[in-house]
């Protein structure tokens, strides 16, 4: 659990660190595009060069973005395994009378599976490399034009942003319940499936009874500091473009206008 990477921040001083957290989410979204418009497995190699290029700029370890898929790899495995089983083709590979494993699976099995690794290790460049301040300011000020139709912007980008950065803290309260009920004798390794599920319980109680009394220190805190909302809130850091920002978005759009391109011709 402490080597899930979701919702933390590695503090730099790189140049993907110092894009303005905007500029960060209209690339995410960008590239979350240049992802799906994919047709061929060939294909995703633009959208991992890009991802490759972000890595090398923002100057994070790849040990990060392996980490980050640590919680959906029993996905890639059931998703990897379903597509040979249910996929069809002519290529055929193995005959085994009840079932066929041709090249057309093993590719589809492959494609999917890789697609869902790079919009993985993308999002979590988006997280790894802006703070959850900078995050909720980015959030906020993109869905500001929405405050004409009355949408709490504010407020909700307030609640992502705490709703992601709980997920490290809550992941470290859940490994120290668990060590705590292993020193008392607690088994959570031995017995089938349904006995290891109910030896789950001991943690997920305590760690439920734990969100909540941090949920409330929040609130009383925040209440405490005279937070309500975010009608006439002023900021320290004021978020502003920069040149290279416009870089940044046009060599994004650039990647996505290959894609296109190639999706055109080939």
Same mark, same amino acid.
């Given at each position: 659990?402490? /080597?899930?990477?979701?919702?933390?921040?590695?503090?730099?001083?790189?140049?993907?660190?110092?894009?303005?957290?905007?500029?960060?989410?209209?690339?995410?979204?960008?590239? &979350?595009?240049?992802? *799906?418009?994919?047709?061929?497995?060939?294909?995703?190699?633009?959208?991992?060069?890009?991802?490759?290029?972000?890595?090398?700029?923002?100057?994070?370890?790849?040990?990060?973005? $392996?980490?980050?898929?640590?919680?959906?790899r029993f996905l890639l495995i059931l998703m990897f395994i379903l597509n040979l089983f249910f996929t069809k083709g002519e290529d055929v590979w193995l005959d085994l009378g009840f079932w066929k494993l041709t090249g057309e699976a093993f590719l589809q099995s492959c494609f999917l599976t890789l697609r869902i690794i790079l919009l993985?290790?993308?999002?979590?460049?988006?997280?790894?490399?802006?703070?959850?301040?900078?995050?909720? /300011?980015?959030?906020?000020?993109?869905?500001?034009?929405? =405050?004409?139709?009355? !949408?709490?912007?504010?407020?909700?980008?307030?609640?992502?942003?705490?709703?992601?950065? !709980?997920?490290?803290?809550?992941?470290?309260?859940?490994?120290?319940? #668990?060590?705590?009920?292993?020193?008392?004798?607690?088994?959570?390794?031995?017995?089938? &499936?349904?006995?290891?599920?109910?030896?789950?319980?001991?943690?997920?109680?305590?760690?439920?009874?734990?969100? *909540? #009394?941090?949920?409330?220190?929040?609130?009383?805190?925040?209440?405490? #500091?005279?937070?309500?909302?975010?009608?006439?809130?002023? #900021?320290?850091?004021?978020? =502003?473009?920069?040149?290279?920002?416009?870089?940044?978005?046009?060599?994004?759009?650039? *990647?996505?206008?290959?894609?296109?391109?190639?999706?055109?011709? $080939?």
């Open positions: 659990m402490r /080597d899930i990477t979701l919702g933390q921040f590695v503090a730099g001083n790189s140049v993907i660190h110092r894009l303005d957290p905007r500029t960060k989410i209209g690339m995410m979204i960008l590239y &979350i595009a240049m992802t *799906f418009l994919v047709k061929k497995i060939w294909f995703l190699s633009i959208p991992f060069a890009y991802l490759i290029i972000e890595l090398i700029l923002s100057g994070i370890s790849l040990r990060y973005i $392996l980490n980050s898929l640590k919680p959906v993985v290790a993308g999002a979590s460049m988006l997280t790894l490399t802006t703070s959850p301040i900078a995050l909720t /300011d980015g959030l906020e000020k993109l869905l500001s034009p929405l =405050k004409v139709f009355h !949408f709490p912007a504010h407020e909700l980008a307030m609640m992502m942003t705490i709703a992601l950065r !709980f997920v490290p803290t809550l992941m470290d309260e859940s490994d120290k319940i #668990r060590n705590a009920q292993m020193s008392r004798g607690a088994d959570f390794e031995s017995g089938n &499936i349904f006995k290891r599920g109910k030896s789950m319980i001991p943690i997920l109680i305590p760690l439920f009874v734990s969100s *909540f #009394r941090k949920a409330d220190e929040l609130a009383i805190a925040m209440e405490s #500091r005279c937070y309500h909302g975010g009608e006439g809130r002023t #900021r320290m850091h004021q978020l =502003k473009f920069r040149l290279i920002d416009l870089y940044a978005i046009l060599i994004t759009l650039a *990647f996505l206008a290959a894609m296109i391109v190639t999706l055109i011709l $080939l």
